[in-house]
C-alpha cells in the first residue's frame, strides 16, 4: 500500500507562485512513477505533471515553461513548483503514484491517490 498527502495549496493572485508537496510512504516498488493531477470544478481530471523512476518528466502543454516537477528520494516527496500561475490553473490539484518505470499523463495508469489541495488564483 502507498499513502500519499499533499500540501501547499493556497490563494495567490495571478502571476504569482506556489510549491506542491507530496509527501509519500508505503511500498516503494509501488510507487516508481508519481504524477500530479488537477480537476476543477464541472471538468475531467487532467494530468499536470509527471516524473518516473529515471527522473524523466512530462508536462501538459498548458505548463510547459511555469511548472516544474521534482523528487527528493531521500524525503519520499514529490513537488510541484508552480510560477506565472493563471486563473485557469485553479482546481484541486493531487498527488498520484504508480508502479510503472515510465509515466503517462492518465490517471488510469496510476494507482494511488492522495486528498488533494485546493490551488485557487484570481485575477
Known amino acids: 500500500q502507498v499513502q500519499l498527502v499533499e500540501s501547499g495549496g493556497g490563494s495567490v493572485q495571478s502571476g504569482g507562485s506556489l510549491r506542491l508537496s507530496c509527501a509519500a510512504s508505503?511500498?516503494?516498488?509501488?510507487?516508481?512513477?508519481m504524477g500530479w493531477f488537477r480537476q476543477a470544478p464541472g471538468k475531467e481530471r487532467e494530468g499536470v505533471a509527471c516524473?518516473?523512476?529515471?527522473?524523466?518528466?512530462k508536462y501538459t502543454d498548458s505548463v510547459k515553461g511555469r511548472f516544474t516537477i521534482s523528487q527528493d528520494n531521500a524525503k519520499n516527496t514529490m513537488y510541484l513548483q508552480m510560477n506565472s500561475l493563471k486563473p485557469e490553473d485553479t482546481a484541486m490539484y493531487y498527488c498520484?503514484?504508480?508502479?510503472?518505470?515510465?509515466?503517462?499523463?492518465?490517471?488510469?495508469?496510476?494507482?494511488?491517490w492522495g486528498q488533494g489541495t485546493q490551488v485557487t488564483v484570481s485575477s
Open positions: 508505503g511500498d516503494r516498488y509501488s510507487r516508481k512513477s
Open positions: 516524473i518516473d523512476s529515471n527522473g524523466n518528466t
Open positions: 498520484a503514484a504508480a508502479p510503472w518505470s515510465f509515466c503517462f499523463l492518465r490517471a488510469g495508469n496510476f494507482a494511488y
